[in-house]
Nanobody, 117 residues
């Protein structure tokens, strides 16, 4: 399995952009479906999007569709989340996770994204 470390969060104005990275250690990254999730204060963690092992298929939550793009570089063992047209409601801690046996697991420690209005 993999260990995951997110980075790239920060403070950005509404309408701005950020790119998050998720660095993975371990040999199974390139064969594993990966996902991004987020958790805002006082709310449950929610699905943002996911990408297949080879990047051939992606899925997104309706709230981010058309604004966020997930990609991966298996040669670098890294997952990305490009976030454009950010809104204050995108403020949350963002996590990456790996899917094993149909379950999201191996969560990273998260990276804070704050969007000011």
């Amino acid at each position: 399995q993999v260990q995951l470390v997110e980075s790239g969060g920060g403070l950005v104005q509404a309408g701005g952009a950020l790119r998050l990275s998720c660095a993975a250690s371990g040999r199974t990254f390139s064969s594993t479906r990966m996902g991004w999730f987020r958790q805002a204060p006082g709310k449950e963690r929610e699905f943002v999007g996911s990408i297949s092992w080879n990047g051939g298929s992606t899925s997104y939550a309706d709230s981010v569709k058309g604004r966020f793009t997930i990609s991966r570089d298996n040669a670098k063992n890294t997952l990305y989340l490009q976030m454009n047209s950010l809104k204050p409601e995108d403020t949350a801690v963002y996590y990456c996770a790996a899917m094993y046996f149909s379950t999201w697991s191996n969560w990273g420690q998260g990276t804070q994204v704050t969007v000011s209005s």
